[in-house]
């Protein structure tokens, strides 16, 4: 207690110093909070919304492996030909499908369209999918995602401009699901082929017949037609965590980098309050103080002061996280940021470990000091 009360005192003495310091760990470590929680909540989000999707398989030209929407249609219709070939052999069901993506970053100005052939529905790909109004099929216009309506303002009937040529009407609104549903507008394959003026495909979902094993089926599609790849749920599951894997360790590195500004703020605080109580301490040690009882005393200094900070900033990025999620919520409907146990431990944990790191040298500049030297300082 009365190394703690030494500590809390010398703090109180330099109040600015000090505040800026606890500033600095605070930053630092809320930055690196919000950024691996975006991590976090991007993994949540895909595993949920691939757990949604109805077909097992998806076949997709090699090279673009994962889950993306977008990208220039490769799969031409002598290899959905072959594929159309396989799939009778195999008993399977196929929905080619092209997308074309509207807008820029922001959420509240970018459009999914999903073309689907003649008779599919979204409900087909997502089960579960309700019409709130209209029709379920994008027969001669659009079926339109909540999200995607609210954001544009479309209601039945609504004129839909897809380009100079191709303009459609709204004939269908989907129920909120709360995921990515909500955000398509379902349009027919052929109206987007003539957008992008262009016959091949995105991608081709394979519906399976009961029983059959997504494994087996995907190895025995792309044995039959080279040069497309059938991925199952699972390996865009795996594809996904090694893609978040890779940006963790990015986002990772960037917050660390501020973390370390963040420890050396704390170092140079307790290196200049160890000059400033350099007699201070030669009375301590006249007294009787030990070495090592100097040496805690600064290392706590540093250990307090990135404790105090880790912990408030870890509240600060729980916060920033939260108004990322209530932006994310409204806009697409996910909840794109999240802030586990275990990533708020880590983060505190990291900040811990760099004040620790800080405070030692001062620590061990502050204990070695000669009991005359300190002493004879006016």
Do not use: C, H, W
Request: glycine content about 12%; proline content about 5%; overall charge positive.
């Amino acid at each position: 207690m009365e190394v703690l009360y030494l500590v809390l005192r010398n703090l109180t003495q330099r109040p600015v110093r000090s505040l800026l310091t606890f500033l600095g760990v605070v930053i630092a470590t809320a930055s690196m909070v919000l950024f691996l929680s975006f991590g976090e909540g991007l993994r949540r989000a895909l595993f949920q919304e691939l757990s949604r999707v109805g077909p097992a398989i998806q076949v997709v030209p090699e090279g673009a492996e994962g889950f993306t929407f977008g990208g220039f249609p490769e799969i031409t219709p002598d290899q959905y030909r072959a594929l159309e070939e396989a799939a009778r052999a195999l008993s399977l069901r196929l929905v080619p499908t092209l997308f074309l993506t509207r807008g820029g970053f922001d959420p509240a100005s970018s459009f999914l369209f999903q073309g689907l052939p003649e008779g599919i529905g979204p409900d087909v790909l997502y089960p579960g999918v309700r019409a709130r109004e209209g029709s379920l099929l994008p027969k001669g216009g659009a079926v339109v995602g909540a999200k995607a309506a609210e954001r544009a303002g479309l209601s039945l009937g609504s004129p839909l401009r897809l380009s100079r040529e191709v303009s459609l009407k709204v004939v269908g609104i989907l129920e909120e699901q709360g995921g990515l549903a909500d955000n398509f507008i379902y349009v027919p394959l052929s109206a987007l082929q003539k957008v992008l003026g262009t016959r091949n495909y995105s991608a081709v979902l394979v519906l399976l017949a009961p029983g059959q094993k997504a494994e087996e089926v995907a190895r025995a599609l792309e044995a039959k037609v080279p040069g497309l790849k059938a991925q199952t749920t699972s390996e865009v599951m795996r594809f996904a965590e090694r893609a978040l894997r890779i940006s963790d360790l990015v986002r990772f590195g960037i917050s660390l980098v501020a973390l370390v500004v963040g420890g050396l703020l704390v170092a140079n605080t307790v290196m200049m309050s160890v000059y400033e109580r350099i007699r201070e301490f030669g009375v301590m040690r006249a007294l009787g103080a030990r070495r090592g009882f100097i040496f805690r005393l600064v290392l706590l200094e540093a250990l307090l002061l990135a404790l105090l900070g880790g912990s408030v900033g870890v509240a600060l990025g729980g916060l920033g996280s939260a108004a990322v999620n209530l932006y994310t919520t409204k806009e697409v409907g996910l909840a794109l940021s999240a802030l586990t146990p275990r990533l708020g431990l880590f983060s505190l944990g990291v900040a811990l470990v760099l004040g620790l790191s800080a405070g030692l040298l001062p620590a061990r500049t502050a204990s070695r000091i000669p009991v005359v030297e300190a002493l004879g300082r006016v």
